[in-house]
């Protein structure tokens, strides 16, 4: 069994598929929490799984950040990207097309591409949650084996 994933895995499942015939291509596999990538930032961590492309999607990401309180990761946004957040930890604050409202853990938060938005830690303990994002491929679905 190849390990390499884990966060990963459940893009390719949300897409239906986990083959992929380009070496350059994500396969199935699993990425431990130690194998991952963490980086250190002033708001907090993000600690990648994986970024890059798998045989649907380009642009991927599937990660898990770390906010501190009282930090944001970067005021609200928008990009060309689906994306997923789910609190996992902590609570703070949506914002979603300039609405704002409680963020706490189980919420999960789907941004479609170009809609707007964000989450702020207002709570007194680091705010933690899985972010899955992406651009699908114009690929026909992979054939069933």
Do not use: C
Request: hydrophobic share 45%; net charge negative.
């Amino acid at each position: 069994m190849k390990r390499l994933f884990t966060a990963a895995a459940a893009a390719a499942i949300f897409a239906g598929h986990a083959v992929a015939a380009d070496p350059a291509l994500i396969d199935t596999s699993v990425v431990t929490g130690a194998e991952a990538q963490v980086e250190t930032f002033e708001w907090g961590r993000l600690i990648t799984y994986y970024a890059g492309e798998s045989y649907s999607t380009q642009d991927a990401l599937a990660a898990v950040a770390v906010i501190n309180p009282g930090m944001q990761i970067h005021p609200p946004h928008v990009h060309a990207e689906e994306e997923y957040l789910m609190v996992l930890d902590g609570t703070g604050t949506w914002s979603v097309e300039g609405e704002e409202f409680p963020a706490a853990a189980g919420d999960l938060l789907y941004a479609a591409p170009w809609d707007e938005h964000g989450i702020r830690n207002t709570g007194t303990a680091p705010l933690r949650f899985a972010v899955f994002k992406w651009n699908p491929k114009p690929v026909e679905p992979a054939p069933a084996p």
